[in-house]
């Protein structure tokens, strides 16, 4: 995992870093959700703090896997991605930390901007990190930064007051 465990001694985190053939994630895209099921019901994971973070193909499944399934995740990461910008109402009680690179010719800037400006006007907490000079590549130096870790772990899976909150609604219908 881009040797984040080994820079990290003291790294608090199970990690489980699914990988798959380019271009083919939304094909398995019941697949993971399953596996966060499975993840988040296991003795080792605490369900009040699941996170998702993920790198470029990996950043638009974080971006979608937080939007289908929002009450899971204490908070997401997701990593020159982009997203349904229009559906981004959906996360309004997640925190998002995404970063890009301002140089990024694979997934243009503009896609994680547009899903940290969508998030802020539906009033959820979403903030974006762009790295000068720094093309695809965004995840090198996110893995590397110790506070994007310590971010995470400042926060806990919100929960959904089923009388007064609306917010989730449709997920079962709408995934």
């Excluded at 399953?34 to 470029?56: M, T």
């Excluded at 289908?68 to 910008?85: H, L, N, Q, R």
């Excluded at 547009?114 to 006007?121: G, L, Q, R, S, T």
């Excluded at 400042?154 to 089923?162: E, F, K, L, P, V």
């Amino acid at each position: 995992f881009f040797g984040l465990t080994a820079e990290h001694a003291d790294f608090p985190f199970v990690t489980v870093a699914p990988q798959c053939h380019s271009e083919t994630w939304f094909d398995h895209f019941e697949t993971l959700k399953r596996l966060v099921a499975v993840i988040r019901a296991s003795e080792f994971a605490d369900p009040n703090r699941l996170y998702v973070i993920g790198a470029s193909m990996g950043g638009y499944a974080t971006w979608q896997l937080t939007m289908s399934m929002p009450e899971m995740f204490a908070a997401a990461v997701p990593i020159c991605g982009g997203g349904m910008y229009w559906d981004a109402g959906r996360l309004k009680h997640v925190p998002i930390w995404a970063f890009h690179g301002d140089s990024d010719k694979t997934v243009l800037t503009e896609e994680s901007v547009k899903m940290v400006n969508a998030v802020n006007k539906k009033g959820g907490d979403a903030k974006l990190t762009i790295y000068p000079e720094t093309g695809h590549d965004a995840w090198t130096a996110t893995y590397k930064n110790a506070d994007v870790f310590a971010w995470m772990l400042s926060h806990t899976r919100w929960q959904a007051n089923t009388e007064t909150d609306s917010g989730f609604a449709d997920a079962k219908r709408f995934g």
